[in-house]
């Protein structure tokens, strides 16, 4: 196994995702998510914010509900895409992390364009429009291409402040697993 890179432009490897959740959300922030496409150009995206949902007990998490069709891969190894439709009109995109039988994801909610696309990426369902990402990209190893991460640089400043849209989940709705770099104006909410 390798271990997490250290040097920005190197590929994030499955040792860098299995890892509790809440730590790959903040870990992620400033990596860059790349996305081939067929012509053989790549769209490149530094991630700017953030959700980490942390297994079964986290009442937002999709697992909370136990094991379904739609959340067995987040059972499986760390290091592949968990995505699901949502609202009847949008995907949203999550890496896998932690360790095997245990349903833990990150949830990318905004970024900033480094290469094409351009426009706001401010959002979970902007991000994935703009990159092509719907349910043919479940359940794909995102350690090397056609979608996968690589290392940059970390923010100066980070936030961590509650999910968004997680009012029904009780006590879990008040959890900091949302992380944000502080200064990037590309973030979905403050």
Not at 10 to 21: G, Q, S, V
Not at 31 to 56: F, H, K, N, Q, W
Not at 125 to 140: E, F, Q, S
Request: proline content about 6%; charged content about 25%; hydrophobic content about 40%.
């Amino acid at each position: 196994m390798r271990s997490a890179p250290r040097e920005p432009g190197e590929f994030l490897y499955r040792d860098f995702f299995a890892r509790e959740a809440e730590t790959v959300a903040r870990a992620l922030l400033g990596a860059i998510l790349c996305r081939s496409l067929p012509d053989g150009s790549v769209m490149r995206v530094r991630i700017v914010e953030t959700e980490a949902y942390v297994g079964e007990h986290d009442l937002a998490c999709h697992a909370a509900r136990g094991r379904t069709r739609r959340t067995e891969v987040m059972y499986g190894a760390a290091g592949h895409a968990y995505v699901y439709f949502v609202y009847g009109m949008h995907h949203m995109f999550n890496v896998v992390t932690g360790t095997t039988g245990v349903a833990q994801a990150v949830l990318i909610r905004a970024a900033e364009p480094v290469a094409p696309p351009e426009g706001r990426l401010d959002g979970p369902a902007r991000l994935t429009r703009a990159l092509g990402i719907d349910m043919a990209v479940n359940k794909i190893d995102v350690t090397a291409p056609p979608l996968c991460f690589e290392a940059g640089p970390t923010p100066v400043r980070i936030t961590a402040t509650t999910r968004v849209g997680v009012d029904y989940a009780g006590d879990w709705a008040a959890a900091r697993l949302r992380f944000y770099d502080s200064d990037s104006a590309h973030v979905s909410r403050r």
